[in-house]
């Protein structure tokens, strides 16, 4: 099993920065992918941004220029940061990895408030 530990997040004013960190341990040999979701209230969970074990990445539309996610491989981290944020950024961040197969763990989830 994979366990995920997040960090980071919190409130700040629109056109700020945050940095998530999510920290895996346990049977980490199986990790391919790592990435980021979000969940708004009242909304469906949606990737953010996501990355392989190879560095390639991918963003959601939405966050393109503003945010960017990074691995490191020999820490077992993935970083997610968030610039120029916007109210429309508020929701649970949630760290995700995944094998070939599917999803291994989810995070806890941690709160990202930009207020306007």
């Known amino acids: 099993q994979v366990q995920l530990v997040e960090s980071g997040g919190g409130l700040v004013q629109a056109g700020g920065s945050l940095r998530l960190s999510c920290a895996a341990s346990?049977?980490?040999?199986?990790?391919?992918?790592m990435g980021w979701y979000r969940q708004a209230l009242g909304k469906e969970r949606e990737l953010v941004a996501s990355?392989?074990?190879?560095?390639?990445?991918s963003y959601a539309d939405s966050v393109k220029d503003r945010f960017t996610i990074s691995r490191d491989n020999a820490k077992n981290t993935v970083a997610l940061q968030m610039n120029t944020l916007k109210p429309e950024d508020t929701a649970v961040y949630y760290c995700n990895v995944r094998s070939g197969l599917g999803t291994l763990a989810w995070g806890q989830g941690t709160q990202v408030t930009v207020s306007s």
């Open positions: 990355i392989t074990s190879g560095g390639t990445t």
């Open positions: 346990g049977s980490i040999f199986s990790i391919n992918a």
